[in-house]
Nanobody, 115 residues
Framework: QVQIVESGGGLVQPGGSLRLSCVISGIAFRIYHLGWYRQTPGKQRQLVAS???????DYVDSVKGRFTVTRDNYKNTMYLQMTSLKPEDTAVYYCNTNSANDAYWGQGTQVTVSS
């Protein structure tokens, strides 16, 4: 079955950096599109960054220039490098993988940006 394991979240001071990882097993990883979403209490889950199976990336405006999404098709892993973190980046971050036929979510990892 499909397994998604996220890691790398934690508490960081404003201006700091974190790298999130998402390891996915049970799918033909290289053909799937991937994305990082985030959610705060009472708000809808928001797409933060995506990378498709052709390595094209896209970002929400609020993280452009600060976040970088990459994927390693040999390790079945997606990464989100986050720099210059702000308190408003505080959220639960979720890994998503999808194709034309299906979609899967990770369990989420908490990122807290606070002094």
């Amino acid at each position: 079955q499909v397994q998604i394991v996220e890691s790398g979240g934690g508490l960081v001071q404003p201006g700091g950096s974190l790298r999130l990882s998402c390891v996915i097993s049970g799918i033909a990883f290289r053909i799937y599109h991937l994305g990082w979403y985030r959610q705060t209490p009472g708000k809808q889950r928001q797409l933060v960054a995506s990378i498709n199976n052709g390595l094209a990336t896209d970002y929400v405006d609020s993280v452009k220039g600060r976040f970088t999404v990459t994927r390693d098709n040999y390790k079945n892993t997606m990464y989100l490098q986050m720099t210059s973190l702000k308190p408003e980046d505080t959220a639960v971050y979720y890994c998503n993988t999808n194709s034309a036929n299906d979609a899967y979510w990770g369990q989420g990892t908490q990122v807290t940006v606070s002094s």
